[in-house]
Nanobody, 129 residues
Framework: QLQLVESGGGLVQPGGSLRLSCAASGFTLDYYAIGWFRQAPGKEREGVSCISSSGGSTNYADSVKGRFTISRDNAKNTVYLQMNSLKPEDTAVYYC??????????????????????WGQGTQVTVSS
């Protein structure tokens, strides 16, 4: 069964840090770009960050630039999202998603959520004092 599982969410005070993990089972992430998304209550799901299959290309939403870092360890079949200087507005359910990008190249990040093939169930991040 092909599955993505997020972990690492929780409750943190403003200014704190969390590291989210996205682990794949049933398939290898070698040829997949991975995106992180989040959805706050009453809001649409938004893109946070993406990393290409090679790890050589990354992008970030303006709201998290300089605070979040995406990385991947293909040997562990896992992608990470390091979140620093967290703010209350970062509170959301965070999802990871995988897009098979073999034909698009090793530096490609999807431009639309609709391109992603697999989605995790999400992990809650709450930033509050």
């Amino acid at each position: 069964q092909l599955q993505l599982v997020e972990s690492g969410g929780g409750l943190v005070q403003p200014g704190g840090s969390l590291r989210l993990s996205c682990a794949a089972s049933g398939f290898t992430l070698d040829y997949y770009a991975i995106g992180w998304f989040r959805q706050a209550p009453g809001k649409e799901r938004e893109g946070v960050s993406c990393i290409s299959s090679s790890g050589g290309s990354t992008n970030y939403a303006d709201s998290v630039k300089g605070r979040f870092t995406i990385s991947r360890d293909n040997a562990k079949n896992t992608v990470y999202l390091q979140m620093n200087s967290l703010k209350p507005e970062d509170t959301a359910v965070y999802y990871c998603a995988a897009d098979y990008t073999y034909s698009s190249g090793r530096y490609y990040c999807p431009r639309s959520q609709n391109e992603y093939d697999y989605w995790g169930q999400g992990t809650q991040v709450t930033v509050s004092s």
